[in-house]
């Protein structure tokens, strides 16, 4: 089946700084892939959605200067979060479609848990 | 904006005993799906639900789709140990251009006791 990968798996950084999420797809091309993050025993919620070659379409709520999305191919989607507060410590999980347009096939990445201390 | 009502948040039971969970939305969703999450893993999906009045079956997983498109409920029979986990409920929506996007419910934690 369709695989989703992301890294890292966790992330240890101070306050301030900035960090990097990767979510590829492994066995296929998604030219869209969302982005969700998930507090201890809270649901998802979508925070954006990333398109291949254009701007994300982001939720609301979501600062879009702090959460940086760039889909620059077909099987890669980056997630940086900027100058990280200790608020911003959560699991942050990527998925996409294997086909485009069946958005409810949706296959999840393992998550990248990130701690800012 | 939409939101998804799960019950129960959490379920303790033996194992061998039959499951219950349903999610109620205050809109109507097109599709609905069923997701398992393990600790410090991504969601995997159990069953999706594409009619209205659907009920469809994965193994000892049962679901279906209410007919006002508003509700969904997930059996799990004779359980087992591995059933332990966060299970979610989700409905796809329309969310502008070409973009859908999932609803997901709080969630079921469940305890099964062997």
């Known amino acids: 089946g369709a695989v989703v990968s992301q890294h890292p798996s966790r992330v240890i950084c101070k306050s301030g700084t900035s960090v990097k999420i990767e979510c590829r797809s492994l066995?296929?091309?998604?030219?869209?892939m969302f982005w969700y993050r998930q507090f201890p025993k809270k649901s998802l919620m979508l925070m954006a959605t990333?398109?291949?070659?254009?701007?994300?379409?982001?939720e609301q709520g979501v600062e879009k200067d702090k959460f940086l999305i760039n889909h620059a191919s077909l099987t890669l989607s980056t997630l940086t979060v900027t100058s990280a507060h200790p608020e911003d410590s959560s699991f942050y999980i990527c998925?996409?479609?294997?086909?485009?347009?069946?958005?409810?096939?949706?296959?999840f990445g393992p998550g990248t848990r990130l701690t800012v201390l | 904006g939409q939101q998804l009502n799960q019950s129960p948040q959490s379920m303790f039971i033996q194992e061998g005993e039959d499951v219950s969970m349903n999610c109620t939305s205050s809109?109507?969703?097109?599709?609905w799906l069923w997701y398992k999450q393990d600790p410090g893993e991504g969601p995997v999906l159990l069953i999706a639900?594409?009619?209205?009045?659907e009920l469809t079956s994965n193994g000892r997983l049962t679901a279906q789709f209410g007919i006002t498109r508003k509700d969904s409920f997930l059996n799990i029979s004779a359980s087992i140990p591995s059933d332990v986990g966060i299970y979610f409920c989700?409905?796809?929506?329309?969310?502008?251009?070409?973009?859908?996007?999932?609803?997901f419910g709080k969630g079921t934690l469940l305890t099964v006791n062997p």
């Open positions: 998925s996409a479609p294997p086909r485009q347009g069946f958005h409810n096939e949706q296959f």
């Open positions: 066995d296929f091309q998604a030219t869209t």
């Open positions: 990333s398109n291949e070659g254009s701007k994300a379409t982001y």
């Open positions: 809109s109507i969703f097109n599709t």
């Open positions: 639900l594409y009619k209205a009045g």
């Open positions: 989700a409905g796809l929506g329309y969310s502008g251009g070409s973009n859908y996007k999932l609803t």
